[in-house]
């Protein structure tokens, strides 16, 4: 029998949520930006937003984190709206991949990074957002506010400054796409790529961001303002090829929903014409995905029949 979506209960939520809290213990939380290694290890949240726009959720929920990766959608949701789908898909693939989220894969060769999910392609992203200093930035910042309808979402000094200290791969392909006539700005380019990663958000405001790509860029209360049918498909779309980095194809076949992670632990998940999800869980597999976090949605998309497919 088949469970319906609106029923997600908060008790079917807290068993999911203790099955697979364990995971953390076979992960490692990232240490790559010093600042990031500093987070508690045991911290577990997961929550939901249901088709009738109701929030539930389970576990530390009010635990900011940093939104790292996630960020990269909202950056390619507003490059889209400013420069135009095939302009922005003249600079960089649709490609699926099998190299690690901050490859240089086709940088050398082509001068084209593989898609906007991988580093190289948000950092591009990112620099195809008009404005002087940190105006990008700024713009993804209130994106992100609105879609959380959560005005008191802001970014991590902190973590900024230790990505702008330690990110020389991501400012080795910044100057690669320079070189090739990509990006065409200033290294403050590059560090709204930084401060945008950097943004701390909860698992509620991550079901709120899933809530809103999963429903044609729709608010869950209700507001139609960037209502865009286009544009949610093709972030869903990237979510669905290159949300998990090389680990999309096996988390399509067996979750099979269009998500993305962040190395600070986060995941978030649409699933179309639904339901939005968030999950935290700071220790992460060899991909960079949040391991407990995966569980957890695994777990939930089993239970709810959840799959595109
Ligand atoms: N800020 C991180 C980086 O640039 C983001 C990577 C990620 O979340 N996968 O390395």
């Known amino acids: ?6 029923d997600i209960s908060t008790s079917t939520l807290s068993s999911i949520l203790e099955k697979n809290k364990h995971y953390y213990k076979d992960g490692a939380v990232a240490d790559y930006i010093p600042e990031l290694s500093k987070v ?3 911290s577990v949240a997961l929550s939901v937003v249901d ?9 530390d929920s009010n635990q900011k ?3 790292q990766s996630v960020s990269k959608i909202i950056a390619l949701m507003l490059a889209v709206m400013e420069n135009s789908e095939e302009s922005v898909f003249e600079k960089m693939g649709y490609y699926g991949t099998d ?11 082509t001068g084209k990074p593989l898609n906007p999910m991988m580093n190289a392609g948000a950092i591009l992203t990112t620099s195809l957002i008009s404005g002087q200093g940190e105006e990008a930035f700024v713009k993804i910042l209130e994106m992100i506010r609105y879609i959380t309808n959560n005005p008191s979402i802001n970014y991590s000094q902190a973590v900024y400054q230790s990505e702008k200290e330690t990110g020389h791969r991501n400012r080795g392909m910044f100057y690669l796409m320079k070189n090739t006539g990509a990006i065409t700005g200033s290294e403050e380019q590059l560090d709204n790529y930084f401060r945008q990663c950097s943004i701390e958000i909860t698992t509620e405001d991550l079901a709120k961001i899933g809530y809103f790509f999963a429903n044609q860029c ?17 972030i869903l779309s990237q979510m669905l090829i290159a949300g998990m980095y090389e680990f999309s194809g096996e988390y399509a076949r067996t979750v099979g929903l269009p998500s993305k992670s962040g190395v600070g632990g986060g995941i978030v998940v649409s699933v179309p014409h639904r339901i939005g999800i968030g999950v935290f869980s700071p220790a992460l597999d060899s991909h960079g995905n949040s391991l407990a976090g995966y569980h957890m949605i695994l777990d939930l998309a089993k239970t709810y029949e959840l799959s595109i497919f």
């Not at 029998?1 to 609106?6: D, E, R, V």
């Not at 088709?51 to 576990?59: A, P, R, W």
């Open 1 to 6: 029998q088949k469970n319906n979506s609106a």
């Open 40 to 42: 508690n290890p045991v």
């Open 51 to 59: 088709n009738n726009g109701k929030i539930i959720s389970v576990g």
């Open 65 to 67: 984190f940093t939104m």
């Open 99 to 109: 190299r690690p989220f901050n490859h240089f894969a086709n940088l050398e060769t």
């Open 218 to 234: 729709t608010r869950y209360d209700g507001d139609r303002r960037y209502e865009n049918s286009a544009l949610a498909k093709l």
